[in-house]
């Protein structure tokens, strides 16, 4: 009623069971497949992503015992081939209905940790129907994008690490970080936020100590066994796969699943704020030099987030994605789903008026649409916008940062003693 | 015509004739009130009451309030050793022109009486002539050219009043008609010429129907922006039925700035729209213009239902990134023309007269056998196609990397201060 009423709480005013919100996507997610399979077979304009032929062909390369990397642009892993060998044995649809899934379980997964942070149902699902019922994840998935299988890897990492089972923790995080290079940012504030041995519980309200003293700390838990047993564990499984695939598909593996990303120098237009400079300095020496410093901001604000938050881990999470989407070199709509995975697990905890919500929801569009404008006119017209696909770009950053500081300056963390009990 | 009748039928109502008005230097003009008759049947169209136009009246009568002027002949035009003779001359014999015009005059009446068909005969006889008279009148110039100098300049008078003003006068006309006849025959002798040659060419080549007609080509590219279709026409010279059991692949070379994809060439191919294969390896779909190299596609092109004898292909093309220009934002990617191979299940005399070479590729789309295609020459309606594409400007280049990393700066200052400020850290 009142405009500072905390915007979650209104959702908790209509009625919603979890069985009901969870069935009412999965028959849209189901709908809009069956849509997508009409509109490919009637119009011109596919509605199925070009990945999804990109996945298909390789799934194909694979049953026919060969490499998927013969397939061009296919730059992901082995697995996700694998996975796909049912395309062409049983239906095309396999896949998306896969993702499908990974979507609900996705759903599932925020649903019992929102439970466990001590949220009630009806809450917990009114936060989930933020994921099940938006339209973005619900087209990306039904269009074929396999970002949902990654999401429901860093969840399921979390929500075992919440619960306290740290190898299997470190296993789906093994393979969240094979499957997509991102999520190896999270190492810090996992490691800050595993639960250190008895009696070396440092308390937030000590916060009076020398920065030496802090540093001297978080190397002593660098040997804590739960950071051992998962560095170790994660590592074992990552370095498994890795080293399996390359015996069996050699370097093009390696090129195309890791360095690929890595190295990614794409200066074609995307929202990042630095396609334009990439662009003109490509083949100048400045260029490596501009792109090292165009990691700098990056790789610091990471450092300091993780140990200002990693208490939280869900928001520290949420936060280092965020920052990672917005300041990266590349920058597509894909990304975007990395960290809209994680808004429902931060949506409780950040207190801000709904009215507030929603306006910074709509200029987040709003500087997608003015960004879509030059680049719709630049691909599709000819004509020269590159200076205002620029200024888009940097408009969009300016709109990302006031976002993130509004959600980190109305974050309240909850009280340790009410999370404790949870354990 | 109509211009011509209206000045024939200007008569001088009057004998007198106003001095002469020196409109421009060195030219004399003379002027005199004219006044018009309409001739039944002409601009005297009925109105819908009956009875004359009064549209008609209007026109009488604002012609009849010009001022006709004729020009004569300018003092210059005539040689300088009678310049002064001439004007002496001529000053005497000035009532001359009247007694000339006053004969023209009848004339004309007579003609405005008999119709047109009547006016062009008088056309002709004085009109002839007149020239025949100016013929006699030239002789006599020359075999008198000694002679005095007054006569040969009152002779010339008349040719003067004859040759003067009045465009539409006989002897003129005739001339001009005697030239157009002349060009006429000459033209006909021409294409006589020319036909009789062909025919000796085509009755040189044995057991060839007709003349060889040219193929032209015909590219066209469609849509705008990054993404284009390259849409080309091929037309045979003439109707042949034998071309039915004929195809015909288009090679095209694709330059580095653009590439094609090949597999959307191949969703393209199971939907039916164009058969058309990539025949170079190793290429990269994302690669800027300068890390790319040229590639070849080989399409199948397809009769046209629209036009006899016609073939069509089409191929979808993309625009790669090029390198950024210092002062244009376009550069420009020219496409050259491709080779035309042809493949007929017999052998056509007529593909004599367009087959350059030999050139193997796969006979059909799906099937590995080779067919050896005749490589045909042909004509190109456009020399070749240009693509813009528009580029970064390097101008711009200082601005964008500071102002960028000015904002980056920025932006991630203010996150690290929002940071410090309401994050809880352990120290």
């Known amino acids: 009623m009142a405009p500072t009423q905390p915007w979650g709480e209104r959702l908790l005013s209509l009625r919603v069971t979890p069985a009901g919100v969870f069935g009412v996507a999965f028959l849209a997610r189901v709908a809009l497949v069956f849509y997508g399979v009409f509109q490919d077979r009637t119009l011109l304009v596919r509605y199925t992503d070009i990945d999804y032929q990109v996945f298909t062909d390789a799934a194909r390369f694979v049953t026919e015992g060969r490499s998927p990397y013969l397939r061009a642009t296919y730059r992901y892993t082995p697995l996700l081939g694998w996975l796909l060998t049912p395309n062409i044995y049983l239906s095309e649809l396999f896949g998306k209905f896969l993702f499908i899934s990974c979507d609900l379980l996705t759903a599932f997964l925020l649903y019992r940790l929102l439970l466990l942070r001590g949220l009630g149902r009806r809450q917990a699902c009114g936060y989930c129907a933020f994921w099940l019922l938006n339209p973005l994840p619900m087209a990306v998935s039904s269009r074929g994008n396999a970002d949902s299988i990654v999401a429901s890897l860093v969840l399921t990492t979390l929500y075992l690490l919440e619960k306290g089972r740290v190898a299997a923790a470190a296993v789906a995080y093994g393979f969240a970080v094979h499957v997509k290079i991102y999520p190896v940012t999270y190492i810090l504030p996992i490691i800050l936020h595993l639960p250190p041995e008895q009696g ?20 002593t838990r660098l040997w804590d066994r739960a950071v051992l047993l998962f560095a170790a564990v994660a590592g074992l499984t990552f370095a498994a796969l890795s080293v399996g695939f390359y015996c069996k598909y050699g370097w093009d593996f390696l090129e195309h699943t890791y360095l690929y990303h890595l190295t990614r120098r794409d200066i074609r237009h995307n929202f990042s704020p630095y396609f334009y400079l990439l662009y003109l300095t490509a083949e100048s020496a400045g260029g490596l030099a501009l792109g090292l410093a165009a990691f700098l901001p990056q790789a610091v604000l990471l450092a300091v987030v993780s140990f200002a938050y990693h208490r939280d881990l869900a928001f520290c999470c949420f936060l280092h994605t965020a920052i990672f989407v917005t300041f990266n070199k590349v920058c597509t709509s894909q990304y975007f789903l990395w960290y809209l995975c994680l808004l429902p697990l931060v949506m409780p905890l950040v207190r801000m008026p709904w009215r507030r919500a929603v306006v910074l929801l709509v200029l987040w569009f709003a500087g997608q649409a003015l960004w879509l404008a030059p680049a719709y006119v630049l691909e599709f017209q000819g004509k020269n916008t590159f200076l205002f696909i620029w200024l888009a770009g940097l408009f969009f950053l300016l709109i990302n940062c006031c976002i993130l500081i ?16 949870h354990d | 015509m109509d211009a011509l009748s209206v000045s024939l039928r200007i008569q001088p109502t009057s004998a007198h004739s106003s001095p002469d008005l020196d409109v421009e230097a060195g030219r004399s003009w003379r002027c005199r009130k004219a006044t018009v008759t309409v001739p039944q049947g002409d601009h005297g169209v009925n109105s819908p009451q009956g009875g004359p136009n009064p549209n008609t009246w209007a026109w009488r009568w604002r012609l009849t309030t010009r001022r006709a002027c004729t020009l004569l002949r300018a003092p210059e035009a005539v040689p300088t050793e009678t310049a002064p003779s001439t004007h002496g001359a001529c000053a005497s014999s000035r009532p001359a022109p009247d007694r000339d015009g006053k004969g023209r005059a009848a004339r004309r009446r007579t003609q405005s009486r008999d ?21 006699d009148r030239t002789r006599e110039r020359t075999e008198a050219s000694a002679g005095s100098s007054l006569r040969v300049s009152c002779r010339r008078a008349p040719r003067r009043r004859t040759l003067s003003g009045v ?11 005697a030239v157009a006849w002349l060009l006429l025959l000459w033209e006909a002798a021409e294409l006589a010429c020319k036909s009789s040659a062909a025919l000796a060419a085509a009755h040189t080549d044995a057991g060839i129907k007709a003349s060889c007609s040219e193929i032209i080509l015909r590219q066209e590219v469609l849509k705008h922006g990054f993404h284009r279709d390259l849409l080309m026409k091929v037309k045979f010279g003439e109707s042949i039925e034998d071309l039915q059991t004929c195809r015909l692949l288009i090679k ?14 191949a969703s393209l191919q199971e939907r ?20 790319s190299k040229e590639s070849e596609v ?24 090029h390198r950024p220009h210092s002062k244009d934002g376009e550069t420009f990617i020219v496409v050259n023309n491709p080779d035309l191979l042809m493949y007929c299940d017999q052998e056509f005399p007529i593909l004599k007269c367009w087959a350059q070479s030999k050139v193997a590729a796969p006979c059909t789309l799906k099937s590995k056998d080779i067919c050896q295609w005749n490589n045909m020459k042909y004509k190109s309606v456009y020399k070749n196609v240009t693509l813009q594409v528009p580029v970064g400007l390097t101008i711009h280049t200082t601005l964008v990397c500071s102002v960028t990393l000015l904002i980056t700066i920025l932006c991630s200052t203010l996150i690290l201060v929002a940071v410090f400020k309401y994050g809880h850290f352990p120290l």
């Open chain 1, 200 to 219: 070396r519980d440092p308390s937030p309200r000590a916060s009076r100590r020398s920065l030496q003293a802090g540093w001297r700390a978080f190397l």
């Open chain 2, 115 to 135: 119709g047109r068909l009547g006016r062009r005969r008088n056309f002709r006889g004085p009109g002839l002539w007149a020239v025949g008279g100016r013929r």
């Open chain 2, 252 to 265: 095209q070379y694709i330059p580095a700035g653009l590439f094609v994809d090949p597999y959307e060439l």
């Open chain 2, 298 to 321: 080989l399409i199948y092109a397809r009769q046209d239902s629209q036009c006899i004898d016609c073939f069509q292909a089409f191929l979808p093309v993309h625009y790669r990134y």
């Open chain 2, 167 to 177: 465009l539409a006068a006989p002897a003129v006309v005739a001339v001009v008609r």
């Open chain 2, 272 to 291: 039916n729209v164009t058969e058309a294969v990539m025949v170079s390896e190793n290429f990269n779909i994302e690669a800027p213009n300068y890390l």
């Open chain 1, 406 to 421: 509004q959600i980190i300056s109305h974050y309240k963390e909850e009280p340790l003693a009410e999370r404790r009990k």
